[in-house]
């Protein structure tokens, strides 16, 4: 009965690391999404994952950002050669394929780049 | 374009007082509306969406499409109310939320 998990809960990086960021959504649970939530900013959509379908990049800030969702199940952002700007905390959250708008938040990434 | 405005960053009210978190919204059709809570410490969770019609902890959000918006109110604050408050926007046939930047509402005794 575990909710979203995520992992690291804390990551610093150097500016211009690779980084990547893992996300377990709830079992059963076909829609993942993440979020970025900066200073300022609320919480800004990046990507969205439904079954199989092609996911909805539309959220991503840049080229550097990518995600990908293995076997419907546990998803990778990943973020290349990292930026200052890129420090936030980055939300995974999940739903049920019928209710997509009740999403299930995990407790986040916390993102430093030094 | 969908888009979700809170215009109040920070709101500090006294227990017992009435609160109202305000939300507007821009978009060309029929949207869902959602409100989003995160208590310090714990994760964001919804809160209550328009089509429930339900009061949640005491709060209550009519939507407006006169004046699109969707304030989320209380008669009477407690300090156990002190959170993030975030307004969220779901368009027809959409499959994600657009969140407005979220509102810190502060509970004082």
């Known amino acids: 009965g575990a909710g979203v998990s995520q992992s690291p809960s804390n990551k610093v990086t150097e500016k211009g690391k690779d980084v990547e960021l893992r996300c377990d959504p709830i079992?059963?649970?076909?829609?993942l999404y993440w979020y970025r939530q900066s200073l300022g900013q609320g919480l800004e959509f990046l990507i969205y994952?439904?079954?199989?379908?092609?996911?909805?990049k539309s959220g991503l800030p840049s080229d550097r950002f990518s995600a990908e969702r293995t076997g419907g199940s546990v998803s990778t952002l990943t973020i290349q050669r990292t930026q200052q700007e890129d420090s936030a905390v980055y939300l995974c959250?999940?739903?049920?394929?019928?209710?997509?708008?009740?999403?299930?938040f995990g407790p986040g990434t916390r993102l430093t780049v030094l | 374009a969908q888009r979700v405005t809170q215009p109040e960053k920070l709101l500090s009210v006294f227990k017992g007082a009435p609160v109202e978190l305000k939300c507007n919204y821009s978009?060309?059709?029929?949207?869902?509306l959602f409100w989003y809570v995160q208590y310090s410490r714990q994760r964001l969770q919804l809160l209550l969406r328009h089509i429930s019609r339900e009061s949640i902890k005491g709060f209550t959000a009519d939507l407006n499409k006169g004046e699109t918006s969707f304030h989320l109110k209380k008669p009477f604050a407690q300090e156990e109310d002190s959170a993030m408050y975030y307004c969220a926007l779901s368009g027809q046939g959409a499959q994600k939320l657009v969140f407005g930047q979220g509102t810190r509402l502060t509970i004082n005794p």
């Open positions: 959250a999940s739903s049920f394929r019928l209710d997509v708008e009740t999403q299930y």
């Open positions: 079992s059963g649970h076909t829609a």
């Open positions: 978009y060309s059709g029929s949207p869902e």
């Open positions: 994952f439904q079954g199989n379908s092609a996911p909805d």
